[in-house]
């Protein structure tokens, strides 16, 4: 779905990272962590199209004639939204259906149906109606998922889901992305927490120190690389294998 060959990401010629090689096959998982600063945004930016690579070659499975992807469903941190703006959850959600829809067309009941099931399957059929600035981030987020649904994209990418919801909201969008998973769908989620990307995760690419390391979640989830990504100090390293030894996984 997605191949990525020895790219360099960055500002006005200035590279951030690296030499970034990884891919995105069909029904995989893929957790980028890193370091605040470590170029997981500036990723996100450039799959998207928003800002080209300063080298390397991003091959996407399905192009448009501009060459750039096309059905790709992008969940953005919901700091970056104006939350005052007047629509309803409903609303919202039925964004996901506009693609594809001409000036005179609406959306019909294959699309209606998907609404409603992608409001129902997040939780969210009883605050339908409710104004997006009245929502909590828990509540925003199953939001911005249930437009996901509805907009049935092949590849997901996703930018910190988790980062202000509570733990009953994220088992509830984690159990989503395993179904997008056994759907065959692509996903790629940054993530800081290291026991959701041990959950959820079939490939991670840790970014740091102007570099990356890719491949399965457990082999690129170590102490040592860790470090030396600059993802924990050796400090924190001492902490986490100090826990680790007495039992306590969920770190």
Known sequence: M??????????????LIQDLTFALNQGEVCAVIGHN?????????TLLGIQPPLVGKIEWQDVAHDGQPRNIAYLGQSADLDHQFPMRVKDAV????WKGLGFWTGIDQTKADRIDYALTRTGLTDMANK???????????????ARAIVQDSPILLLDEPFST?????????????KEWRQEGRGVMIVLHDLSAVMGIADTCLLLGDGRASFGQAEDIITIDNLIAHHY???TQAEWLTLLQQ??????
Do not use: W
């Open 2 to 15: 997605l191949n990525v060959h020895q790219i360099a990401l960055g500002y006005n010629g200035t590279p």
């Open 37 to 45: 600063g470590s170029g997981k945004s500036t990723l996100m930016r």
């Open 94 to 97: 039925a964004m996901g259906a």
């Open 131 to 145: 104004p997006l600035y009245a929502c909590s981030s828990g509540q925003m987020q199953r939001c911005f998922f």
């Open 165 to 177: 919801i509570d733990q009953t909201t994220q088992s509830r969008l984690v159990e989503i992305i």
């Open 232 to 234: 924990l100090s050796e």
């Open 246 to 251: 007495k039992g306590v996984q969920n770190v």
